[in-house]
Structure formats: structure tokens, C-alpha cells
């Protein structure tokens, strides 16, 4: 049986992934997924 451990920093980051890291618009379009400006999510 194989484990594999992830270390992550106290802010919650995956040092050896990148993660979180920022979102391109064209990653949001290949997934089909819209940003509204903030105060129009109703």
C-alpha cells in the first residue's frame, strides 16, 4: 500500500501544485462558466 502525503502552507496552499492559483478567462469558457460583476448575482 502506497501513500502519498500533500503539504500545504497555513494559508491552505499546495506549494508542489500551485494551488489556488488564478483562473484564465479561457479556462472559464472551455468549462462554460460565467463571472458576473459583484452585486449582479440575483
Partial sequence: ???ITKIFTQKAED???G???EVSPEQ???LHIS???KGKNT
Fill in 1 to 3: 500500500m502506497t501513500k
Fill in 15 to 17: 506549494l508542489l501544485m
Fill in 19 to 21: 494551488a489556488p492559483a
Fill in 28 to 30: 472559464l469558457k472551455e
Fill in 35 to 37: 463571472v458576473l460583476p
